[in-house]
């Protein structure tokens, strides 16, 4: 089953930090429309808990811009890019893999 959700593309930016350090922040890229379809739930137990692992597919209008080090904020969740976008069709669309854990 799928569903149009909003989401918002973020990218890393590496700062330095006051002690001479590096620190990764995250920036808005875009914030759109996307459909979105759940392909794999797979459940494991770590520490002694069950945690859900799924795997969302976003589609999204084709655009240049979105690299497998991006992930995607939904809600109050953040998701990880799995793979590089894949273009669909002809310069139409893009598909976007993420993975999520759920405790």
């Not at 973020?10 to 006051?18: H, M, S």
């Not at 996307?34 to 459940?43: I, L, P, Q, V, Y």
């Not at 890019?81 to 669909?88: G, K, L």
Request: glycine content about 6%.
């Amino acid at each position: 089953m799928s569903k149009d959700v909003r989401i918002t593309l973020q990218y890393p930016t590496e700062v330095k930090t006051a002690t001479g350090g590096r620190t990764v922040t995250w920036n808005d890229g875009a914030t759109l429309w996307a459909k979105k379809t759940t392909h794999r739930s797979d459940e494991a137990v770590q520490a002694m808990a069950t945690t859900g692992l799924l795997t969302h597919n976003y589609r999204i209008r084709y655009r240049t811009d979105v690299k497998s080090s991006w992930r995607i904020k939904e809600g109050n969740s953040y998701l990880a890019i799995i793979a590089a976008p894949v273009e669909v069709g002809r310069r139409d669309w893009i598909d976007i893999t993420v993975r999520e854990a759920k405790a």
